[in-house]
């Protein structure tokens, strides 16, 4: 049973330019969350895809956008690159059911170094 | 405000001797749930143990139990026997889903170091 996946693994850019991270949820799983970790920081939620529709938002910039495709899986894409977006990134997938809490599993995550 | 309270950045245990991690919540929602997550310094988050806000018995999963206090707001991590593979970060996180709209807040870690 194959686990939450995401790719890259490691990325360097430089301010300005534009980014794209890949996930593949748990073989089950419909819903995508990303989230960033800042160094010595708990994750903090940017957003959640749904039936291919972004369902939920956190307090993250429009530069911050995504997409889910029809296999589950999502990107999350980041433009015009600020030296604070360098941290680790990562992707979370669950079952959404109605009523219940969803346990969320993640991915290795991404690390992204801003220059 | 809705919040995940983790007050030890620290914490040092012996080998084969148990350990809690403290963990208090904020929120005026009835329903919830808690989670324990482990971060090994490879950065991947693990899934430990779920505690629904109903659930009227602590979660236990093997080495893991969860100590819920309800009316105190906490949710604080046992690990029992610990083993050098436990040295990692912590974190204590609550999913709120209020009119279809969800939340998954995650306090700032506990830093584990189990020494032989």
């Known amino acids: 049973d194959a686990g939450v996946t995401q790719s890259p693994t490691h990325l360097i850019k430089t301010r300005g330019q534009q980014v794209t991270l890949r996930c593949s949820p748990k073989s089950g799983h419909d819903t995508v969350s990303w989230y960033q970790q800042a160094l010595g920081q708990g994750p903090q939620f940017i957003f959640q895809y749904y039936e291919e529709e972004e369902r939920q938002r956190g307090n993250f910039p429009d530069r911050f956008s995504g997409h889910q495709f029809p296999n589950y899986s999502s990107e999350l894409n980041v433009n015009a690159l600020l030296l604070g977006d360098s941290a680790l990134y990562l992707c979370a997938s669950s079952l959404r059911r109605t009523g219940r809490t969803e346990t969320q599993y993640f991915g290795p995550g991404t690390r992204l170094l801003v220059l | 405000a809705q919040k995940i309270t983790q007050t030890q950045p620290g914490m040092f245990v012996q080998e084969k001797e148990a350990v809690t991690l403290d963990c208090t919540y904020d929120t005026s929602d009835q329903s919830y749930g808690l989670f324990w997550y482990k971060q090994p310094s490879s950065g991947e988050m693990i899934f430990l143990i779920y505690?629904?806000?109903?659930?009227?018995q602590n979660a236990t999963e093997g080495r893991y139990s969860l100590n819920f206090q309800k009316a105190r707001k906490s949710a604080n991590l046992v690990i029992s026997a610990s083993q050098l593979g436990d040295s990692a970060m912590y974190f204590c996180?609550?999913?709120?889903?209020?009119?279809?709209?969800?939340?998954?807040?995650f306090g700032t870690g506990t830093r584990l170091k189990v020494l032989a």
């Open positions: 505690q629904g806000s109903y659930d009227e």
């Open positions: 996180a609550m999913s709120l889903t209020t009119s279809g709209t969800y939340k998954y807040i």
